[in-house]
């Protein structure tokens, strides 16, 4: 099976990552541009991104329900992220929603790769 899902999904985790360490250093440097809802969505967004690591690996060994987890996770996730970056009053800072408008790309090339039949073929073929 294509590695493509799992290098996507490591570079979501990153994207994760770096959401955490920036709102940890602008709470310290700038606390105006950091609010409780940018903690909890960057520390949802963090473990949400190691769980979808983990499906990956299932789905590297053609397992259907990470297939079905890890899609679903990237339309929902495309749509909700969308909805946060586009609408002018979100409760989140600029900074955040351009950070999240990179994720939502991921998940969206995430869907995309997901829903090819190369994918699907192998995930079919484990069955």
Do not use: C
């Amino acid at each position: 099976m294509t590695t493509t899902p799992l290098r996507l999904l490591q570079l979501f985790t990153l994207l994760s990552a770096g959401l955490i360490a920036a709102t940890a250093v602008l709470s310290i440097t700038d606390p105006a541009a950091v609010n409780a809802l940018v903690w909890i969505r960057a520390a949802g967004l963090l473990v949400l991104a190691l769980f979808s690591l983990r499906w990956a690996a299932q789905l590297g060994r053609g397992s259907r329900g990470a297939y079905r987890r890890l899609l679903w996770i990237s339309i929902a996730g495309s749509l909700g992220i969308a909805a946060l970056a586009l609408l002018p009053d979100s409760p989140y800072p600029l900074w955040v929603r351009i950070e999240q408008a990179v994720q939502g790309l991921v998940l969206v090339a995430l869907a995309v790769t997901l829903l090819s039949r190369q994918v699907r073929r192998a995930v079919e073929a484990a069955r």
